[in-house]
């Protein structure tokens, strides 16, 4: 029972470049998350999905972009990385509103 | 959104009960408190949850006040694994979400 899995676990681009953090969810879950949280903050929710063709904007949205083409998978994209994406990045899935959510391991994306 | 709001940090010494607590003034009838805990260098998860009735579970108890704007996460008996920051949240709309949590430190 693999959970939440994302990958890449570990990463470093360099300013400009661009680069999609996967996410993948085996719990046939319809509620999707993307959170990203700098070092000794608590996390931010960028984009959100509640099933597959809808996602809609969190609280930081700004330079990302997501798609939800199936159940399964809810890929992150960076366009034009800045070091202000330096973070640590953290996909989540629940079953509904109100159930728990399970989050993968995380991405530790360095811009520089 | 509703808002909650915990305190920054606390300590606990190992094998003794914790109270970590939070307020959730303006929470509305059907907003679900959730608590959720992170380990350091890990994802956070999931804690326990409830609508109006204490919670327990093999982690935790939840009491929730009477008029629900507040609640109270119990750990029953410390131990240093518990170290983490737990977070309060309340889940209703199809977001989720979350604050700053509660350092929790755990000497022994």
């Known amino acids: 029972n693999a959970g939440v899995t994302q990958t890449p676990k570990f990463r470093i681009l360099k300013i400009g470049q661009s680069m999609t953090l996967q996410c993948a969810q085996d719990?046939?879950?319809?509620?999707m998350y993307w959170y990203r949280q700098d070092p000794g903050m608590g996390l931010k929710l960028i984009y959100y999905?509640?099933?597959?063709?809808?996602?809609d904007k969190g609280e930081v949205p700004n330079g990302y972009n997501v798609s939800r083409s199936t159940t399964e998978d809810f890929p992150l994209r960076l366009e034009l990385a800045a070091p202000s994406q330096t973070s640590v990045y953290f996909c989540?899935?629940?079953?509904?509103?109100?159930?728990?959510?399970?989050f993968g391991q995380g991405t530790r994306l360095t811009v520089v | 959104d509703a808002k909650t709001t915990q305190p920054n940090s606390m300590e606990s010494n190992e094998e003794e009960p914790v109270h970590l607590p939070c307020n959730h003034s303006?929470?509305?009838?059907?907003?679900?408190i959730h608590w959720y805990r992170q380990l350091p260098s890990q994802g956070p998860e999931y804690v326990i949850h409830?609508?109006?009735s204490n919670v327990n579970n093999r982690m935790a108890s939840l009491a929730i006040a009477e008029d629900r704007k507040s609640s109270t996460l119990i750990l029953h008996r410390a131990t240093l694994r518990d170290a983490a920051v737990y977070y309060c949240?309340?889940?209703?709309?199809?977001?989720?979400?979350f604050g700053a949590g509660t350092r929790l430190t755990v000497k022994p």
């Open positions: 989540a899935s629940s079953g509904g509103r109100i159930t728990e959510a399970f």
């Open positions: 719990m046939n879950h319809n509620y």
């Open positions: 999905s509640v099933g597959a063709g809808i996602t």
């Open positions: 303006t929470i509305s009838g059907t907003d679900y």
């Open positions: 409830g609508l109006t």
């Open positions: 949240i309340l889940r209703l709309d199809n977001d989720m979400r």
